[in-house]
C-alpha cells in the first residue's frame, strides 16, 4: 500500500526513453476545460442573458496561424443555457480581455469602448505634436487653462465646505425647538383666555336670566288676585245680595235671564258638566216658595223667592224628594218671575 505514495520510482539500467513510441496527435486537437463567462453576454437565438461568472464545461483548441508576440490565441465554446446554441470566444492578449466571436453579443461594453477611444485620441495627439511645434504650444496653452479652472473649483468648493463647517447646526435646532415652544405656550393661553371669556359670558347670561325671573315673580305677587267664579251659583248668589240692597227687579231679572242662558250653554262641554253633575245626597226638605200676591214694588215677594231657590253653602240639594233637579228649579222660578211681572 505504501508504494502508491513514493515520488521517485525505480528505472532499471538499460532503460532507453528513446525507444519510448510517441503518440502523435493533431495540432488543433481540443480538450475539455472548466471556465467562467469572462463577461455578460445574450444569446443571439433565443436572447438569453449569460451573466459573468457562470461555470460551463467549455472545450479549449489553439487558433492556428495567430499569435501575439510568441504567444499563442486561444479560441473557447461554450454553449447556451436555454436554447444550447453554440457561442465561441478568443482570448486578447493585446488588449487583456476576451473577444467575442458569434453566438452572441458582448454586454456593457461602454467602458472598454471609451478607454479604446481615449487610447486613439492620445495616439493621434501624439503624432500630430511630433510633426507641428505649433500644435504642442497650443496644446500646453489649452493644458494650462483647464488646469486653472480645475483650481478655481476646488478652490471654490473649499471655501463652500468652510462655510458649512463654521455653522453651528446644534444651535440652530436649539433655536428651532424654542422658537417651537413658545408658540404652543401662545397657542394654550389664547385657548385658556378664550374659554374664561365663555365662561364669563355664561355666568353673566345666567345672572341676567335670574333676575328678570325675580321681576317677574314679584309683579305676579303684587297683582290683585280676581275672584273666581268656578260655581255657576254664585252669580245667584251675588243677585240675591243686590238684590237685598234695593236693586230694582228689572235689572235682577235680566241677571237671572244671563245666568240662566250661561248655564244651559255649558251643558254640552265636559268640564261645566262635571261642575253641575255630583253625587246624589240624602233627601232634604225643600221649602215650598210663597205664591201669594203681593203689591208690586214690594221687595219681600222677591227677596223670600230668592231665598227659597237659591240654595245656601250649607243645603245645596241637588234633587228634591219628588225627583225634580236644580234646573227644574230655576226654570219654575224663571217662570214665576215673569209672572209677577205680568201681573
Not at 29 to 55: D, H, S, W
Not at 106 to 128: C, S, V
Not at 193 to 202: C, D, N, P, S, V
Request: proline share 5%.
Amino acid at each position: 500500500m505504501s508504494e502508491r505514495k513514493v515520488l521517485n520510482k525505480y528505472y532499471p539500467p538499460d532503460f532507453d526513453p528513446a525507444k519510448i513510441p510517441k503518440l502523435k496527435l493533431p495540432k488543433d486537437r481540443q480538450y475539455v476545460v472548466r471556465l467562467m463567462a469572462p463577461f455578460n453576454m445574450r444569446c443571439k437565438t433565443c436572447g438569453e442573458y449569460i451573466y459573468k461568472g457562470k461555470k460551463f464545461n467549455a472545450r479549449k483548441e489553439t487558433v492556428m496561424n495567430e499569435l501575439y508576440m510568441g504567444l499563442p490565441i486561444f479560441r473557447f465554446y461554450i454553449k447556451c443555457t436555454r436554447c444550447l446554441a453554440e457561442i465561441t470566444f478568443k482570448t486578447d492578449p493585446e488588449n487583456t480581455d476576451y473577444a467575442m466571436e458569434h453566438g452572441a453579443t458582448r454586454n456593457f461594453q461602454a467602458e472598454k469602448l471609451l478607454e479604446e477611444e481615449e487610447k486613439k485620441i492620445t495616439k493621434d495627439r501624439e503624432e500630430e505634436e511630433l510633426n507641428n511645434p505649433m500644435k504642442v504650444l497650443e496644446n500646453r496653452t489649452r493644458d494650462s487653462k483647464m488646469e486653472m479652472e480645475v483650481l478655481e473649483n476646488l478652490q471654490e468648493l473649499k471655501e463652500l465646505n468652510q462655510r458649512q463647517a463654521s455653522v453651528d447646526f446644534e444651535g440652530m435646532l436649539g433655536t428651532y425647538k424654542e422658537l417651537e415652544q413658545r408658540e404652543k405656550e401662545r397657542e394654550k393661553e389664547d385657548d385658556e383666555r378664550e374659554t374664561q371669556e365663555m365662561l364669563e359670558r355664561a355666568l353673566v347670561k345666567r345672572l341676567r336670566d335670574s333676575d328678570s325671573d325675580s321681576d317677574q315673580e314679584s309683579e305676579s305677587s303684587s297683582r290683585p288676585k280676581k275672584p273666581s267664579t268656578d260655581r255657576p251659583t254664585d252669580i245667584l248668589t251675588t243677585d240675591r245680595l243686590a238684590d237685598t240692597q234695593g236693586l230694582s227687579v228689572r235689572g235682577v231679572k235680566k241677571a237671572k235671564v244671563e245666568s240662566w242662558e250661561r248655564s244651559v250653554g255649558g251643558l254640552g262641554g265636559g268640564g261645566a258638566l262635571g261642575t253641575l253633575v255630583v253625587r246624589k245626597k240624602p233627601a232634604t226638605s225643600v221649602p215650598i216658595p210663597d205664591t201669594t200676591v203681593t203689591p208690586a214694588g214690594s221687595n219681600t215677594q222677591t227677596v223670600s223667592k230668592a231665598a227659597a231657590i237659591v240654595p245656601t253653602e250649607a243645603t245645596k240639594p241637588i234633587t228634591a224628594q219628588n225627583g225634580s233637579s236644580s234646573l227644574s228649579l230655576l226654570g219654575a222660578y224663571s217662570d214665576s218671575d215673569d209672572s209677577n211681572n205680568s201681573e
